[in-house]
């Protein structure tokens, strides 16, 4: 089956510095990946959807310039969180789509905790 | 148009016990209804998905059950176990142009022994 692996699973970092969130996609071509955020208790909210090769569309209010992403070849894209800020904490997860039979396939997801 | 509406918001059943979640839609364009399973620290795994071809669709315990003149769909988990004890998650989407997935509230399942 497709598999998508993200990294770090769990990153701590502190106020001001970057972090940089790997996803593969493992055995298949990812045509598009997305990033969500997801809070405790609460559903996915999707940050920005990026195809190979072009620039990444953001969703109203994620702010492109301190997250972003690169999606440079069809098996890997990242997402940096730049200036990390307390408020950024959370849990970040990515999904790749690669078409056929695949659907959607999710990442393990990464804690971010901004100290 | 976009939304999805899911319930319950959490669920409880003893172990042997069908769990039933509920979701309805309202985009009718939407034409993938996938149902996702989430643990703690852990992202979704998908758990069954279902076309707007068919109104039911089983593998193993899971069964999903979809109304397209009602707009809705659901989740049956037959025999709960306390492993299913999980968040779940439906979602739909317009496959055919590679759209995002719009996801429901959420429902956190527990299974008590």
């Known amino acids: 089956g497709a598999v998508v692996s993200q990294h770090p699973s769990r990153v701590i970092c502190k106020s001001g510095t970057s972090v940089k969130i790997e996803c593969r996609s493992l055995d298949f071509q990812a045509t598009t990946m997305f990033w969500y955020r997801q809070f405790p208790k609460q559903s996915l909210m999707l940050m920005a959807t990026s195809n190979e090769g072009s620039k990444a569309t953001y969703e109203q209010g994620v702010e492109k310039d301190k997250f972003l992403i690169n999606h440079a070849s069809l098996t890997l894209s990242t997402l940096t969180v730049t200036s990390a800020h307390p408020e950024d904490s959370s849990f970040y997860i990515c999904?790749?789509?690669?078409?056929?039979?695949?659907?959607?396939?999710f990442g393990s997801g990464t804690r971010l905790t901004v100290v | 148009q976009q939304q999805v509406k899911q319930s319950p918001q959490s669920l409880i059943v003893q172990k042997g016990g069908i769990s039933i979640i509920n979701c309805a839609y309202e985009n009718t364009a939407f034409d993938y209804f996938p149902w996702y399973q989430q643990f703690p620290g852990k992202g979704p795994a998908l758990l069954i998905a279902?076309?707007?071809?068919?109104s039911e669709k089983k593998e193993g315990r899971f069964t999903i059950s979809f109304n397209k003149s009602a707009k809705q769909f659901s989740l049956h988990i037959m025999d709960s176990q306390p492993g299913d004890s999980a968040t779940y998650f439906c979602a739909a989407s317009i496959e055919t142009s590679g759209s995002r997935l719009t996801f429901g509230e959420g429902t956190q399942l527990t299974v008590n022994p």
């Open positions: 999904s790749a789509r690669g078409g056929g039979i695949y659907g959607y396939t």
């Open positions: 279902i076309r707007p071809d068919v």
